[in-house]
C-alpha cells in the first residue's frame, strides 16, 4: 500500500510504495529551484527515510521538464544587499542548511536514485552528485554556472570536480559550460544513461525487486535494474574529442595565464568558442576565488570541504560583486555587469585572501546534527 509521507512543505513530496520512496522536488514553476524551505525538509526528509525498515531504496527527481535549476538566489541577493559587509543572516544560513543536505546525501547509506532528466544545474548538481546512482537522459543538461553571478560552484562542487578526467572540473567552473548526458558519463558527473521515457519502467522494476534489510545487497539490485538497455540513442558528447584543448586552456597553476589563453582562443569549435566567452562575460574576482578554493580542496575530506565552501559563501555574500551579477542575469536582466575588475591579474591578492577567512558570526555545519 501506498504511503505518502508529510514532509512540511509543498515544495518537496514523497510517497513510499513496495518499499520505494519516491522524493519530488516540487517548484515546477521555479524549475524546482532550491528554496529554503524544500532544502532544509529534504535533508529532514532523508533521514527519516534512513531509519525506515520499510524503505530498500531512494528515488529523487524533479517535477516538471527539470531536475533542478539551481539555488533560488533572489532572496540570496535580498540578503547581502540589505546586510552590506555583513552577517548576511538569511544568506549564510542558508548556505548552512544546504550544505547540511549535500552532506548528508554523500555519506547516505541506502541507494539513492537521481532521475537528472533536464536542467541540472548549481545546487542541483549538489543534489545529483551526492546520490549514489545519477541517472541522464537525452534531456539533460548538466552546468555550474556560478561564475556569471559571481558565486562558486559549492554545494560540494570543491569535491565532485576536483575528481573529474583532466582538467573538465576547472574548465566548466571557470567557463559555466554546459554539457549534455554523454559528457556527464564521460565526466564522471553520471553513472547511468537511460531514455526519459524508461522512468516508469524503472519505476516498475523498483516496485517489484526482492528489497532487503541489507544496503549493500540493496545497491546491488539498483545497479542491475538500471542495466537495462536504453531506448534512446546516447546523444553525441563535445567534451571527451576536445580534451587536448580542454587541458592545455586549463593547464599549470597561473590563473593569468590561463585566463589569457581562454581569452585569445580562436578557434573554429563553436562550443569551446561560447565557453571561452562565459569566462570573458563572468566576474574576474570570483575566477578567482573559484581557482583558489578548487586548488586549496584538492585532497579535502567531504567535511573539509562543506566547511570552506560555507566560509567562502559567507564572505561572498557581505561583498557587493554577487548581488551585481545576480541584478545584471536575473533582475534587470540587461546582461551588463559592472564587475569590480575588468581582468585577473587585476584581483588584489590580499582582497582575495580576505574571502578565506573565518567570518565573524557565520554559521558552522555543526557535524553531526
Known sequence: MSEHINTGT???????????????????????????????????????????????????????????????????????IENPGGPCTYAENFFAREYQMNYVLFTYPKPVICWGHGVVMGGGMGVMAGCSHRVV?????????????????????????????????????????????????????????????????????????????????NTTIVDAILGMTPAAELPAGVVEPLMPEIDALMAGDDLVAISDRL??????????????????????????????????????????????????????????EFAEGVRALLVDKDRQPKWQFDAVRDVPADLLESFFHEPEGAPSMDYPW
Open 137 to 217: 537522459s537525452e534531456r539533460t543538461r548538466i552546468g555550474m554556472p556560478e561564475i556569471t553571478i559571481a558565486l562558486f560552484p559549492d554545494v560540494g562542487g570543491s569535491y565532485f570536480l576536483n575528481r573529474t578526467p583532466g582538467m573538465i572540473g576547472r574548465f566548466l567552473s571557470l567557463t559555466s559550460a554546459h554539457i549534455n548526458a554523454a559528457d556527464a558519463l564521460f565526466a564522471n558527473l553520471g553513472d547511468v544513461f537511460l531514455a526519459h521515457e524508461q522512468r516508469h519502467e524503472v519505476m516498475a522494476a523498483l516496485a517489484g525487486a526482492d528489497w532487503t534489510d541489507d544496503p549493500e545487497a
Open 263 to 320: 581569452l585569445a582562443y580562436d578557434g573554429d569549435n563553436a562550443w569551446l568558442q561560447k565557453a571561452c566567452d562565459g569566462f570573458a562575460h563572468g566576474s574576474k574576482l570570483a575566477a578567482a576565488w573559484i581557482f583558489r578554493q578548487l586548488n586549496d580542496s584538492v585532497d579535502y575530506s567531504l567535511k573539509e570541504v562543506f566547511d570552506t565552501e560555507l566560509r567562502l559563501g559567507a564572505n561572498i555574500m557581505r561583498h557587493p
Open 10 to 80: 509543498d515544495e518537496l513530496l514523497c510517497n513510499i510504495d513496495q518499499r520505494v520512496a519516491t522524493v519530488t522536488l516540487n517548484r515546477p514553476e521555479k524549475r524546482n529551484a532550491l528554496s529554503d524551505n524544500l532544502t532544509p525538509a529534504l535533508r529532514q526528509t532523508l533521514l527519516d527515510l534512513e531509519t525506515r525498515n520499510d524503505v530498500g531504496c531512494i528515488v529523487i527527481t524533479g517535477a516538471g521538464n527539470a531536475f533542478c535549476a539551481g539555488g533560488d538566489v533572489h532572496e540570496l541577493r535580498r540578503s547581502s
